[in-house]
């Protein structure tokens, strides 16, 4: 597979926020550390926390493309990443519910095109009776045949995960329903997991605990953190990271963004430590970004995966469409794609794009 819009060789990089691998020009070493086996499900009692949060509705994703269905798949490090994969003109006559669930089931036709290093988090022979959306409700309902797909207990909630971020990026749907026979699951049947009977995108994805968190006071933020395939080729994934409560999520997010990941050797930094934040302010569905580098000037580029990687977090968290982002109290500078920042920045449509 090839990238739909490929990434330009980074000639000119902002000085402290070089730090995005995902750039072609990085040098970072492909050999896998010791600790890229599958990450740990979150603590139990945090993990009832955030299935308890997801009866919330969460942000509607901005996604308009007629041509590229994004879905959520299991990367070589166990995380669940999107990819927007580009649809064939047989595929696109299907409801796009049905596409994404044959791309993240194995054994079908479609599963076998995924690029190496990923692979469908639904186990082959997962048998589907449908898929319904109610539009008063925006919401999908999953009907699974006799059982939920046989997985092991850490693979249950992956699984919901991938399901309820990959239908939530559909256009007006901002909940999904699991049922079995036409009767709302209740219970995982490996994990024992109680879930709600509609799940939001407030569940989280990835979720990971900061240290020393007492559960009761914390607040969950998704950030975006990249990766590499074994052929080097970088690409997001979302965390979902709970951390102490704060006045402003926004705020806070930016902060745990800057901080970087925390799992050493998975995932890579997007934005370099040394970056810190001016204002921050939230009005008529656009946040405004203020952030500080005093060896910027404005003629730099700044790293276009970088502004992505921003965008995706902030547009996450805040549920805003749309950033407006300065670099020390200025618009005027571009990224390395020659993009100007003097306007808004919508939330990216494609994310890991991929065409067959």
């Known amino acids: 597979m090839k990238p739909i819009t490929g990434r330009k060789h980074v000639h000119k990089l902002l000085a402290a926020l070089l730090l995005l691998p995902l750039a072609a020009g990085c040098s970072l070493s492909n050999k896998e550390s010791p600790d890229t086996a599958a990450i740990d499900p979150p603590p139990s009692d945090v993990e009832q926390q955030m299935v308890a ?13 007629t041509d590229g269905l994004t879905v959520y798949l299991q990367d070589r490090n166990g995380f669940i990443a999107p990819m927007t994969l580009r649809l064939t003109d047989e595929e696109s006559g299907k409801p796009k519910e049905q596409q994404a669930l044959s791309w993240m089931t194995d054994g079908t036709a479609a ?10 988090i ?17 919401t999908v309902t999953i009907d699974f045949e006799s059982a939920f797909p046989s997985l092991s207990a850490n693979q249950e909630r992956k699984a919901v995960e991938a399901l309820v971020w990959t239908m939530t990026e559909l256009p007006g749907v901002k909940q999904v ?3 079995v026979d036409g009767v709302p699951l209740r219970e995982l049947p490996a994990s024992k997991l109680p879930i709600d009977e509609s799940m939001s995108r407030a569940m989280g994805i990835n979720v990971e605990q ?3 968190l007492r559960p009761t006071r914390s607040m969950a933020v998704t950030l975006y953190f990249s990766a590499k395939t074994t052929d080097g080729e970088g690409y997001f994934v979302p965390v979902t990271r709970l951390i102490e409560r ?15 990941p925390l799992q050493s050797g998975k ?11 001016g204002e921050i302010a939230d009005s008529d569905n656009l946040l405004s970004v203020s952030l500080k580098d005093a060896s910027w000037e404005p003629e730099m580029q700044v790293p276009a995966d970088t502004i992505e990687a921003l965008v995706l977090t902030m547009t996450e968290v805040s549920g805003d469409p749309k950033v407006k982002l300065a670099i020390n109290g200025s618009d005027s500078f571009t990224d390395t794609n020659d993009q100007s920042y003097a306007e808004p920045i919508s939330r990216p449509i494609a994310i890991n794009a991929l065409e067959q």
Do not use: H, W
């Open 246 to 260: 704060q006045p402003n999520k926004n705020k806070a997010a930016l902060q745990e963004l800057i901080k970087g």
């Open 53 to 65: 949060a997801a009866a919330d509705p969460a942000m509607a994703p901005l996604s308009a493309d």
């Open 111 to 120: 599963s076998d095109q995924l690029p190496a290093g990923f692979k469908p």
């Open 210 to 212: 900061a240290s020393d």
């Open 122 to 138: 639904l186990p082959k022979g997962a048998s589907i009776r449908s898929v319904t959306e109610d539009a008063k409700t925006s």
């Open 177 to 179: 329903r699991f049922t």
């Open 267 to 277: 995932l890579l930094p997007v934005v370099a430590p040394n970056i810190t934040l």
